[in-house]
């Protein structure tokens, strides 16, 4: 649940960071034993913890998921640029540093809405040598916006990854979340990969937590169902192990499904037209 979109009609006159209310990029900062949060922040994510204990290891799944695709993509699948959108707080293994360790060329762009993720950009766009990071402000919901910012930074006529872990599920379903995914997916050539994340509604008590969050965040979430989040990934291909829970997906199929685990996950490859999967 990284990543806040910039809440419709939001006054740009207004406070930037307003500490009153939770935010989800601290919540998930707090989840994952971080310190860039606030009382609203905490408060929250204890009323989650309260109603849903497992939250906090659905976090860390979705970290180590992380850590994980971007090995694959920067190793096996060659890929030398990442475009992540709903980056969050910066944390461990953030996706610069990943990258960068296989493959110390990896250009990355950040993009974020959070006030609070801007003003720890800089610990982002610490670049390895012969690289590149960089960081946009801007909506998920504004991909023109986004697209052409990151341009500055990556090639849109090469292969990208398009990491986005917990962001879709910030859009309700009055913003066509899966019309959004196209915009970006037609964006990028053939050889593309996207890398999503996102809670499901497989799980009463995370719904019922979910509910509570969104009754005391400045923003939502949006739990969806498991064909929902599938939908994000159609017309690509998946990369073994497929569509399947943060604690599954492993390259070495040695992993089994954590008990509480209610997130899907994938890497998936933008073929040729025409191309058929392996």
Avoid at 77 to 106: C, K, M, W, Y
Avoid at 210 to 222: F, G, L, R, T, V
Wanted: charged letters at 20%; aromatic letters at 6%.
């Amino acid at each position: 649940m990284a990543g806040r979109p910039t809440e419709a009609g939001e006054e740009e006159s207004g406070p930037r960071l307003d500490t009153s209310v939770a935010h989800s990029a601290r919540v998930w900062n707090y989840l994952l034993g971080g310190k860039d949060n606030f009382a609203a922040d905490r408060e929250t994510g204890d009323l989650i913890v309260t109603m849903f204990p497992g939250i906090a290891r659905l976090a860390r799944l979705q970290r180590q998921f992380l850590v994980r695709a971007v090995r694959y993509l920067a190793g096996e699948a060659g890929i030398r640029q990442f475009l992540d959108i709903g980056t969050g707080l910066p944390s461990a293994d953030n996706t610069h540093e990943v990258a960068q360790a296989i493959a110390p060329a990896s250009r990355i762009v950040y993009v974020d809405s959070d006030p609070m993720v801007l003003a720890h950009a800089q610990a982002l766009l610490k670049s390895a040598p012969g690289g590149a990071t960089d960081y946009l402000e801007a909506d998920v919901r504004d991909p023109g916006t986004i697209l052409a910012g990151a341009a500055g930074t990556l090639d849109f006529s090469q292969p990208v990854a398009l990491v986005m872990l917990g962001i879709m599920g910030q859009l309700p379903d009055s913003d066509d979340p899966h019309a959004l995914m196209r915009r970006y997916l037609e964006a990028v050539p053939a050889g593309s990969y996207l890398a999503l994340c996102d809670g499901t509604d497989l799980s009463p008590a995370l719904n019922e937590a979910i509910a509570a969050y969104n009754q005391n965040s400045a923003s939502s979430y949006h739990l969806r169902t498991t064909q929902q989040v599938k939908a994000f990934f159609d017309g690509l291909a998946p990369v073994a192990p497929g569509l399947v829970p943060a604690s599954a997906w492993q390259r070495d199929g040695t992993a089994s499904v954590d008990a509480g685990d209610a997130t899907l996950c994938g890497v998936a490859l933008k073929q040729q037209p025409g191309q058929r999967g392996s």
